[in-house]
């Protein structure tokens, strides 16, 4: 490659500060290092994180950034150590590593990567971003920074995916789509002819919707304060649709009531503390599984102890539960066979020039999910 060695001029979505719009620029992207790899991003999908991380957590140390962690691309080139990746392999960036070797990769009880941290999630330190802007180095935003055109990632958080794979369909299984589907059929680990209650329809929750139903569920109750989600519900697997500004009664007791006295499992996908008790609340005594997928840094969350008592457990779950390497390319593969849905969830096309359109998209409940183009696709 022409490029290899060299610094990459490209382009890329700038969020300088907080709150404010993203600039499209023309940013410095250096050469992979030691066991980085070098990414041109084909297709980036906007993820509520990357809205939670520019509009709701807002610390300023966290800017200048560059967003975006939902992706999927070609790679351009490979750092020195790098044997297992070569330049035009299809790949897709992972928020959460897999490195292999560390006390929780060799667990199978979890995908807690050591490699991954929560500082790491939000933003990497300003010497492990590999961007620069008009003399200024950029963060790099859960260790991918996706919307550019160029990023560099740690090979250990890079996942390569069949040759066929269609780049601006699979970008969704790089965070959404695995970590709503992981969160029914890994985390709550939902058995057959249960009842379920999905709490949020966006990309995460209709994901673990479909989750629910390829474990069996028998009900599966899709819960939105936006009417809209659950037609696209009802096509994902939910039998039933509620909507808590429809009733007077708490959420918990409204599904109580519909299920003799509790959901077998519930998942909060949304990021809100308060329905993270209800979705717990809502689930019945002895058995019931509540998993927190929903993502929220900023509020305390309560619950009386007589919850968990009573013999409900309360879980949470990061991506799904997925060892992200391993996993991802066996979930690629799963759609390319038919047996996850991804077209489902795309409701709008758009180029990285448009990425602020898109997060207005979100922010308003006007979208599941929005893929932008951010380079032609290529085949090797
Ligand atoms: P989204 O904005 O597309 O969807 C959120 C949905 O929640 C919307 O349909 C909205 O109408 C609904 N909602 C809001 N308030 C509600 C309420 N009080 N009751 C019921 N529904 C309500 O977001 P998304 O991209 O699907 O992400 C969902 C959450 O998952 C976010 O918090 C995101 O940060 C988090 N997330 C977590 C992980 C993880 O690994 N745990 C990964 C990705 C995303
Ligand atoms: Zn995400
Ligand atoms: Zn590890």
């Known amino acids: 490659m022409a490029t290899a060695g060299k610094v990459i001029k490209c382009k890329a979505a700038v969020a300088w500060e907080p709150n404010k719009p993203l600039v499209i620029e023309e940013i410095e992207v250096a050469p992979p290092q030691e066991n980085e790899v070098r990414i041109k991003i084909v297709a980036t999908a906007v993820c509520h994180t990357d809205l939670y991380h520019l509009l709701e957590n807002m610390h300023k140390d966290g800017f200048p950034v560059v967003l ?123 058995e057959p002819g249960s009842t379920c209650a999905v709490f949020g329809l966006g990309a995460v929750g209709l994901a673990a919707v479909m989750g629910c139903k390829a474990a069996g569920a028998k009900r599966i109750i899709a819960v939105d304060i936006n009417p809209e989600k659950s037609e696209k519900a009802k096509v994902l697997g939910a039998t039933d649709f509620v909507n808590p500004k429809d009733h007077s009664k708490p959420i918990s007791q409204v599904l109580s009531e519909m299920t003799d006295g509790g959901v077998d499992y519930s998942l909060e996908c949304v990021g809100n ?23 929220t840094d900023l509020q305390d969350v309560a619950v009386r102890p007589v919850q968990l008592i009573t013999g409900r457990t309360w879980k949470g779950s990061l991506f799904g539960g997925f060892k992200g390497k391993a996993a991802v390319p066996q979930m690629v593969k799963a759609y390319l066979d038919k047996k996850v849905k991804l077209d489902e969830f795309i409701t709008h096309n758009m180029t990285l020039d448009q990425v602020n359109d898109a997060i207005e998209l979100m922010k308003h409940g006007k979208c599941i999910r929005t893929i932008l183009t951010v380079s032609p696709q290529q085949r090797k």
């Open 273 to 295: 503390v308060g329905l993270m008790r209800s979705a717990l609340e809502s689930c019945v005594k002895g058995w019931g599984v509540s998993v927190v997928v929903g993502w």
């Open 68 to 190: 975006g962690h939902e992706a999927a691309g070609i790679v351009e080139s490979v750092g020195p150590g790098v044997t297992e990746f070569q330049p035009g392999d299809k790949v897709i960036p992972l928020f959460i590593a897999q490195c292999g070797e560390c006390r929780f990769c060799k667990s199978p009880k979890t995908n807690q990567c050591d490699v991954w941290t929560k500082a790491r999630l939000e933003v990497m330190s300003p010497s492990d971003s590999r961007f620069t802007c008009k003399g200024k180095k950029l963060l790099q935003f859960s260790g991918t920074s996706t919307f550019s055109e160029y990023t560099v990632v740690n090979q250990t958080a890079v996942a390569k995916i069949d040759p066929a794979a269609p780049l601006d369909k699979v970008c969704l299984l790089s965070c959404g789509i695995c970590t709503g589907y992981g969160a029914a059929v890994n985390t709550a680990k939902v």
